[in-house]
């Protein structure tokens, strides 16, 4: 029975030796350790007929040896373990083992069209109705629907690319020539918002580009006031720049409106008192309003004696400067990463 023992090992390290899958491996087991004809429980089973000091002895032998062979086991059992891993890193279509490739970059909305998403929420949210219009525009409607025939001195304010051969089209100076498209076309009463791109014929500096953005809008209904123009434009300037914002109207001309106004905000940096963002003034301009001129309702096709409204226009760009301390506006245009990448 002692030789039986010592061999036993030695059997089963062949046995093992020659397994090359789980399966295998744990048939071999089962013909030592089995319940049933298992060699090593077998053996134990003959224990039963010794005693005394000799079944002691033998007892402790075939534990040393039981503990051997479940090791041998465990050892065959890591190692096919590591073969598996090592067959699916190199055979499956996903390598685990390579470099982390970088995440591509997430863009995000430029900053002027994240300004123009935030003022059209705010408008919607009081009713008003999105309405875009052509940039490629004609000169009645830049111009002379707005109450500036050809050879108004006001026109020169706004030159702008004609586009050669075809007649009278002009890139839109202004959003205000949807004015008078929307009242064609939605009819009174109306409450619309207009962004778009503008156009001017300019010498380009740090203050000047031949393409910016701006927002329009326009209220026409019975009964509207400047004080509904007001209070509009007011709560405005507190969604963007805080409520302690203050808000004043001083009289500028534009063709398109009677009266007409230079809207200003207390500078949102310092509240007023001057600082370098206002030039000393404590006061910034963002925008231009007044109440639609009849003439312009005329050529909307609404009557001036019935409905009445007010318009204003935002420069978007100048809102963007003002609140990052924007230096120069000909970044936007730019498509440098490098300055589109902080916002
Ligand atoms: N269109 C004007 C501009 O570009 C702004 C404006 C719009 C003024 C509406 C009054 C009413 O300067």
Redesign the pocket.
């Known amino acids: 029975m002692n030789v039986e023992i010592k061999n036993l090992k030695h059997k089963f390290q062949q046995a093992i030796d020659e397994v090359n899958d789980f399966i295998k491996l744990e048939e071999v087991y089962q013909l030592f350790f089995g319940r049933k004809s298992g060699e090593l429980t077998e053996i134990m089973k003959n224990l039963k007929e010794l005693s005394g000091e000799a079944r002691k002895e033998m007892g402790k032998l075939i534990n040393e040896v039981k503990t051997e062979l479940e090791d041998i086991y465990s050892k065959k059992k890591v190692a096919l373990q590591a073969e598996s891993w090592k067959n699916i890193a190199t055979t499956e279509a996903i390598d685990v083992t390579q470099p982390k490739i970088p995440a591509t970059e997430v863009g995000h909305m430029h900053p002027i069209t994240q300004i123009q998403q935030q003022i059209e929420q705010f408008f919607i949210s009081m009713g008003f109705m999105i309405v875009d219009g052509p940039e490629l525009e004609s000169d009645y409607y830049n111009f002379t629907a707005l109450n500036m025939p050809p050879d108004h001195p006001a026109r020169d304010m706004?030159d702008t690319f004609y586009i050669k051969g075809h007649g009278d089209w002009v890139m839109r100076?202004?959003?205000?020539p949807v004015q008078v498209r929307a009242m064609q076309d939605y009819g009174v009463p109306l409450r619309m918002l207009v962004p778009g791109r503008?156009f001017r014929n300019e010498a380009t500096d740090a203050r000047h580009e031949h393409t910016f953005y701006?927002v329009?809008g326009m209220v026409v209904d019975r009964n509207i006031t400047f004080g509904d123009m007001k209070g509009t434009l007011e709560a405005l300037a507190k969604h963007l720049y805080g409520e302690e914002t203050k808000m004043r109207l001083r009289p500028k001309l534009?063709p398109?409106?009677e009266p007409?106004v230079n809207g200003e905000v207390t500078c949102y940096l310092c509240k007023g008192d001057g600082c370098r963002v206002c030039k000393q003034t404590g006061w910034l301009e963002i925008f231009?309003?007044?109440m639609v001129h009849p003439e312009v309702l005329k050529a909307g096709g609404v009557d001036p004696e019935e409905f009445g409204g007010f318009?204003?226009?935002l420069g978007l760009n100048r809102l963007v400067m003002l609140k990052y301390g924007i230096e120069d506006i000909r970044h936007f245009m730019s498509g440098d990463m490098r300055f589109l990448g902080q916002f």
């Open positions: 706004q100076t202004q959003t205000s503008v701006q329009e534009y398109f409106v007409g231009g309003a007044g318009a204003f226009g």
